[in-house]
C-alpha cells in the first residue's frame, strides 16, 4: 500500500478540465511544501509536470496545475488532449524518517 | 542536455546481490546535487530506493534500507545502486534520476529510460 492515496482512474472528454488528488498526512503532503507530480506513458520513463506543489518545469504545458490545501494536493489538467492520457504519479517530501513517498498512481482515460 | 542511463545484468539469482550503474552525460556529478534510484515492478507503482549526494551523503527508504547501498564516482560521472539478497519481489524496471536541489527532496529530473531487472533463478 502507497504511502500517498490516489485514485485508481479518471476520466473526461477533450477539452475539459479534470482533477487527480493526492492526499498523504501532515507528516508528508500537508507538511511540507515539496509535492511532485510525474507523468508516465507506458513503457516510458515517468516525466516530471510540477514540482514544489505548484511550479511547472519550462516546457511543460501550462494547461498543467497543481495545488495543495491540508494534506491533499491536486493536479489539474484543463483542455484536455489525447496526449494527455497516462499515469500520473504524486511524490512527496515526508520528513527525515521515512523522506520520500510516491502515489500509487491514477490512470487518466481521454474519452 | 542532461542525460542518464541505467546499466547492469537484466537477470539476479534469488539471494544474490542486483548491481546497476547510472552513467550521467551533459552534467557533472561533483558539481552538485542528489542523484536517486526508483524502481516500478511490473504494472505497479513507482518506489523511491534512496539518494546520494555528490559528497556521498546517502538517504535510504526506511523499508528497503536494510539491504541497500548507493555510491557515486565523480570520476566515471557515475552514480551505482547494490540491492542485496534480492527475491522475487525486486523484480521491477530502475530507474535512475537526477533530484536538482543540494537537498533531498522528492523532485526528480530528468530521468534515465530504465532497466528491467528479473529475479528469477
Known amino acids: 500500500q502507497s504511502a500517498l492515496t490516489q485514485p485508481a482512474s479518471v476520466s473526461g472528454s477533450p477539452g475539459q478540465s479534470i482533477t487527480i488528488s493526492c492526499t498523504g498526512t501532515?507528516?508528508?503532503?500537508?507538511?511540507?511544501?515539496?509535492v511532485s507530480w510525474y507523468q508516465q506513458h507506458p513503457g516510458k520513463a515517468p516525466k516530471l509536470m510540477i514540482y514544489d506543489v505548484s511550479k511547472r518545469p519550462s516546457g511543460v504545458s501550462n494547461r498543467f496545475s497543481g495545488s495543495k490545501s491540508g494534506n491533499t494536493a491536486s493536479l489539474t489538467i484543463s483542455g484536455l488532449q489525447a496526449e494527455d492520457e497516462a499515469d500520473y504519479y504524486c511524490c512527496s517530501y515526508a520528513g527525515s524518517s521515512t523522506l520520500v513517498v510516491f502515489g500509487g498512481g491514477t490512470k487518466l482515460t481521454v474519452l | 542536455q542532461v542525460q542518464l542511463q541505467e546499466s547492469g545484468p537484466g537477470l539476479v539469482k534469488p539471494s544474490e546481490t542486483l548491481s546497476l550503474t547510472c552513467t550521467v552525460s551533459?552534467?557533472?556529478?561533483?558539481?552538485?546535487?542528489?542523484w536517486g534510484w526508483i524502481r516500478q515492478p511490473p504494472g505497479k507503482g513507482l518506489e523511491w530506493i534512496g539518494s546520494i549526494y555528490h559528497s556521498g551523503s546517502t538517504y535510504y527508504n526506511p523499508s528497503l534500507k536494510s539491504r541497500v547501498t548507493i555510491s557515486v564516482d565523480t570520476s566515471k560521472n557515475q552514480f551505482s545502486l547494490k540491492l542485496s539478497s534480492v527475491t522475487a519481489a525486486d523484480t521491477a524496471v530502475y530507474y535512475c534520476?537526477?533530484?536538482?536541489?543540494?537537498?533531498?527532496?522528492?523532485?526528480?529530473?530528468?530521468w534515465g529510460q530504465g532497466t528491467l531487472v528479473t529475479v528469477s533463478s
Open positions: 551533459g552534467y557533472s556529478i561533483s558539481s552538485g546535487y542528489y
Open positions: 534520476a537526477r533530484s536538482p536541489r543540494e537537498w533531498l527532496s522528492p523532485w526528480f529530473d530528468p
Open positions: 501532515s507528516s508528508d503532503v500537508g507538511g511540507y511544501n515539496y
